[in-house]
């Protein structure tokens, strides 16, 4: 499983990096430590997620290969994805937009930097 990571995209993500951080694409289903609520529609919902390498993620297992570096998901989670993914900007409303070959996943994806939490 590949993503490429447009350069709007990256231009937006990685000045929230640092070398002690990780990145996990976060299905917002209400399972796992930095996911919030559930799925109220019948809709995928994903999020980019910031922690430091020090913060549990174990509910994040599965690795997304990046142009960027290796990012997480949930193992279930993978089967909204697909092999070939592409991340970018949609300049209008400064959104991140996921799609795989074409087709969009997710055209509205937040990020959320938890870095600074304890």
Do not use: C
Not at 6 to 33: E, M, N
Not at 37 to 66: C, K, Q, S, W
Not at 84 to 90: F, G, I, K, P, R
């Amino acid at each position: 499983m590949n993503l490429m990571v447009a350069d709007s995209a990256r231009k937006k993500i990685a000045p929230l990096l640092g070398p002690h951080t990780r990145v996990l694409l976060s299905l917002d289903d209400g399972v796992g430590p930095y996911s919030h609520h559930g799925l109220v529609a019948l809709e995928v919902d994903f999020m980019l997620v910031i922690i430091r390498d020090d913060m549990p993620f174990e509910d994040y297992n599965t690795p997304i290969e990046t142009n960027m570096g290796t990012w997480y998901a949930k193992d279930y989670s993978v089967r909204q994805l697909g092999q070939n993914m592409t991340l970018s900007l949609q300049p209008t409303y400064n959104t991140l937009q996921l799609k795989a070959d074409g087709e969009m996943i997710d055209d509205s994806i937040g990020i959320e930097d938890l870095t600074g939490q304890k």
